[in-house]
């Protein structure tokens, strides 16, 4: 790619600031939970028209948007930038003017405070800066640029579908198809550097629920009924176990997030529910730490005279960055903000669903900084008289607004440099 798209890409960018940072700040200030983006697809969508994409859909899997931008040159290639809109029931204390005072109280389980505690705002913001860089220079573009908006990256309620899978399902990405998938997930990395990974980059997941079953009864008189409770303990004492089902050095993790109880301080109640989830940075590992849960859950109910009902729910792949694609990115990636700014990461046991297009078109999943930290040797470290470390999900979550439009250039160049056939997998 020339230096003169480099240099046209950098200025439309820059023109482009106030812009992103006002699209970020009214998505952060409106945060909305997973298959209820209704205010936030509004408003991607209306951007999207605003600056004259050929065709933006709406509604598909729910919330989920999509944008098509036709560039006026002849190419083939298909380019598509995915960022997610949902946000977390998390009570917000970053204090920043723009923070999100919302709490849903018609979600399941709720009312739930909400907040933008994993930078969805961000990546949404992001891919919509880039779609007005992008439509700026569709005379030079030479192929077509989809703009891919998900709706319930972090999971829908057990009970509905919802995310990148049943956008698939829905047809978002079956004309034009993709032939290269990109997207960036911002955290506390140092405001603008670049993380990247070969091979399994975020880990394979799904949702666990046991349902231990006993027989209600007074609390007094726990011999006439079977108490749950001992049995659902035992249950989640062992998970802590049951990495030791795979080889040591494939990082697996089990956890038990929430507890469900049908009784109160006098009844004994019939069911208590488990729910948690399990991460396995290899795939194939699943089946088997699925199989210690389900003997695990089994014999502890058995135990205490109960029943229990193990079912795993909203499985995720694991996303896998093949090097092929990460080989041809790093070049440009450093062109773009610098060598000095890309650093190499190590795999997470979070997930992501955005592998459901990485995986099926190729591409790459990369990280984004937007904290006051430095690297030091394997670990982030708080600058000092910086806003401090705060990980994603957390309610301190924040993201620097100056280093979002780097973002924007990341994103523009790596598809333009997709389509004019400098970034491909070989």
């Known amino acids: 790619m020339s230096a003169d798209f480099d240099s046209q890409i950098d200025r439309l960018a820059r023109a482009r600031r106030d812009e992103l940072i006002r699209l970020r700040h009214r998505v952060h200030q409106h945060p909305e939970l997973s298959n209820r983006e209704s205010e936030t697809s509004a408003l991607v969508a209306d951007h999207l028209r605003s600056i004259g994409l050929d065709e933006v859909r709406t509604g598909i899997a729910g919330h ?142 799904c949702v666990v629920r046991v349902t231990v079953t006993g027989r209600q009864v007074h609390g007094s008189t726990p011999w006439m009924g079977i108490d749950p409770m001992p049995a659902a303990a035992g249950i989640i004492g062992g998970v802590g176990e049951l990495y030791r089902q795979v080889p040591a050095q494939h990082a697996t993790s089990v956890s038990i997030g929430h507890v469900q109880d049908v009784g109160r301080f006098n009844i004994i109640g019939q069911t208590v529910t488990l729910f948690g989830t399990i991460r396995c940075t290899i795939d194939a590992d699943m089946a088997a730490v699925q199989q210690g849960m389900r003997r695990l859950a089994m014999h502890q109910a058995e135990a205490f005279g109960c029943t229990a009902d193990v079912e795993f729910l909203q499985s995720v792949p694991g996303v896998i960055n093949q090097r092929e694609w990460i080989d041809a990115i790093l070049p440009a990636l450093g062109r773009i903000v610098g060598r000095e700014r890309i650093v190499e990461v190590p795999v997470t046991l979070g997930y992501d669903d955005v592998s459901e297009f990485v995986n099926a078109y190729g591409g790459a999943y990369l990280s984004y900084g937007v904290q006051d930290t430095r690297i030091d040797g394997d670990q982030l470290r708080p600058v000092e008289g910086g806003r401090g470390l705060f990980p994603n999900h957390s309610p301190g979550f924040y993201a620097d607004d100056d280093c979002l439009v780097d973002a924007v250039r990341v994103h523009a160049g790596l598809a333009v440099g997709h389509l004019a056939g400098e970034i491909t997998a070989r």
């Open 64 to 205: 989920g948007v999509v944008g098509v931008l036709r560039g006026l040159l002849p190419g083939e290639r298909v380019a598509a930038l995915r960022a997610d809109m949902d946000a977390l029931p998390v009570a917000e204390s970053t204090g920043v003017e723009f923070a999100s005072t919302t709490v849903d109280d018609s979600y399941p389980g709720g009312p739930f405070p909400v907040a933008h505690a994993c930078g969805h705002d961000c990546h949404t913001a992001v891919v919509l800066a880039t779609a007005s860089v992008l439509a700026d220079m569709r005379d030079r573009l030479p192929g077509t640029v989809l703009f891919i908006f998900q709706p319930a990256e972090e999971g829908p309620p057990l009970d509905e579908t919802g995310g990148a899978r049943a956008m698939l399902a829905a047809g978002a990405l079956a004309d034009p198809e993709p032939t290269m998938v990109f997207g960036m997930h911002v955290g506390p990395l140092p405001a603008g550097v670049v993380g990247y990974r070969a091979g399994i980059s975020y880990a394979a997941s």
